[in-house]
T-cell receptor, first 117, second 117 residues
Framework: AQSVSQHNHHVILSEAASLELGCNYSYGGTVNLFWYVQYPGQHLQLLLKYFSGDPLVKGIKGFEAEFIKSKFSFNLRKPSVQWSDTAEYFCAVNAEWVTGGGNKLTFGTGTQLKVEL | GAGVSQSPRYKVAKRGQDVALRCDPISGHVSLFWYQQALGQGPEFLTYFQNEAQLDKSGLPSDRFFAERPEGSVSTLKIQRTQQEDSAVYLC???????????????FGPGTRLLVL
């Protein structure tokens, strides 16, 4: 079974500070990795995704994430946050090459980010 | 194009009442998923359809929960004899394809917030 851990539940940063949100997963096989963002009052939106290839992936709004297979990690980063980045961030994983139940996403508990002016 | 839509957006039910939640996936998307999101938690998988076939219902919490997608497009999640612990946001997601790579990216609807009194 897959599981995802997000260690930071609440993060408060000032504008222009750098951001790194941790995500670790447990699964023995090949995985696809995702970060979703939920802005206040809005639905879950895809921020970025990793399937294969370059382990450093770039997403929307200046976000990037690095897949480190040996550490089972997929941390989200942004060099300089803005007030508009205030949102909840979810890391998710699904299994590659598995039919049926392997398609489901397993989510972490989320990280609430607040960016102060 | 249009995203995933869900209705109703909010539902208040009395304990013991039956409810039906509707999901319209992105046109042409083969796969459809239902998730349950409790307050302060990440979404948790309920069930998965590939076209009209329900391939995984391992996440349904009890036999009071039932989902269908009879024509491979619109889906309905039904909860019978609602209980207070059913209060949550119910999310629907769709993805373009079946089991490989980028076809597995899931796009989420706005959710239905269910409150059982």
């Amino acid at each position: 079974a897959q599981s995802v851990s997000q260690h930071n539940h609440h993060v408060i940063l000032s504008e222009a500070a750098s951001l790194e949100l941790g995500c670790n997963y447990s699964y023995g096989g090949t995985v696809n990795l995702f970060w979703y963002v939920q802005y206040p009052g809005q639905h879950l939106q895809l921020l970025l995704k990793y399937f294969s290839g370059d382990p450093l992936v770039k997403g929307i709004k200046g976000f990037e994430a690095e897949f480190i297979k040996s550490k089972f990690s997929f941390n989200l980063r942004k060099p300089s946050v803005q007030w508009s980045d205030t949102a909840e961030y979810f890391c998710a994983v699904n299994a590659e090459w598995v039919t049926g139940g392997g398609n489901k996403l397993t989510f972490g508990t989320g990280t609430q980010l607040k960016v102060e002016l | 194009g249009a995203g995933v839509s869900q209705s109703p957006r909010y539902k208040v039910a009395k304990r013991g009442q039956d409810v039906a939640l509707r999901c319209d996936p992105i046109s042409g998307h083969v796969s459809l998923f239902w998730y349950q999101q409790a307050l302060g938690q990440g979404p948790e998988f309920l069930t998965y359809f590939q076209n009209e076939a329900q391939l995984d219902k391992s996440g349904l919490p009890s036999d009071r929960f039932f989902a269908e997608r009879p024509e491979g497009s619109v889906s309905t999640l039904k909860i019978q004899r609602t209980q207070q612990e059913d209060s949550a946001v119910y999310l629907c997601a769709s993805s373009p394809g079946r089991d490989r790579g980028r076809q597995k990216t899931q796009y989420f609807g706005p959710g239905t917030r269910l409150l059982v009194l």
